[in-house]
């Protein structure tokens, strides 16, 4: 079994022999590689869904699974359903449900401790889901934000400890929604509706011209990501 540096120097390697590589082609190495091992999760994004159809097509096998935190938005539910009908999904919930929550802390945290709410309900979630697999699959894409941007298409994960792959990381929205057009890939209606990154519903809003796409995400906080994406491993 290779050590963590001897995995690093190799996913090094791999991550510039792909660097110009398409996504089905990133995502067929990572199944030729890591399969059965190799999970995904998705929150259903337009990235993610985009992901899910080219897997179907390599290898529909894959589990992919979603982090049920209790506040997504009834769109989101929505076509979770409709994404669990045509390719399957498996559902990851925190060990309290909403109600439960609260009561254990006197309130929503998302308001006055958003870092802890993701926490509780993405970030200890997602380590149960990964565990007994060697690599996850994400759907960011490197010009959504500076820290997504210094991310690779393939590397160590150490805030989850595997592989983790990222074969949009080089596409932009417009390939991503060229794409779904296509390929007739379902979405969330609320892009239509002016939110371009949909998280939970307490923390997310619709964006207006000249906003970033993820202006939306704990809009007037310092916070920017719920922490499954960011590069620094240390967690609360």
């Avoid at 089905?24 to 869904?49: K, Q």
């Avoid at 934000?145 to 160590?156: L, N, Q, T």
Wanted: hydrophobic share 35%; aromatic share 8%.
């Amino acid at each position: 079994m290779l050590t963590e540096t001897q995995a690093q120097v190799d996913l090094v390697e791999a991550s510039r022999r792909l660097s110009g590589a398409n996504p089905s082609e990133i995502l067929r190495w990572a199944v030729d590689t890591y399969f059965p091992r190799l999970t995904m999760a998705t929150a259903f994004g337009p990235e993610g869904c985009v992901i899910l159809h080219m897997l179907s097509e390599i290898e529909p096998q894959v589990r992919v699974f979603n982090l049920e935190t209790g506040y997504q938005f009834p769109e989101t539910l929505e076509l979770r359903d409709r994404i669990a009908e045509r390719y399957g999904i498996e559902l990851i919930r925190p060990e309290t449900t909403v109600p439960e929550y609260e009561a254990l802390h006197g309130g929503p945290l998302y308001g006055t401790r958003p870092d802890q709410c993701c926490h509780d309900r993405k970030i200890i979630p997602l380590r149960r889901a990964v565990a007994g697999y060697d690599a996850w699959i994400s759907a960011i894409r490197g010009d959504q934000s500076p820290d997504r941007a210094k991310a690779d298409i393939v590397r160590w994960d150490a805030k989850f400890d595997l592989v983790k792959i990222n074969p949009l990381l080089r596409w932009t929205h417009r390939d991503v929604w060229a794409f779904i057009v296509t390929h007739n890939v379902p979405y969330n209606p609320l892009h239509d509706q002016g939110y371009p990154s949909i998280g939970c519903w307490p923390c997310t809003r619709a964006v207006v011209p000249g906003e970033s796409e993820r202006a939306g995400r704990w809009a007037g906080q310092a916070k920017t990501e719920c922490g499954l994406h960011s590069l620094d491993s240390s967690q609360l």
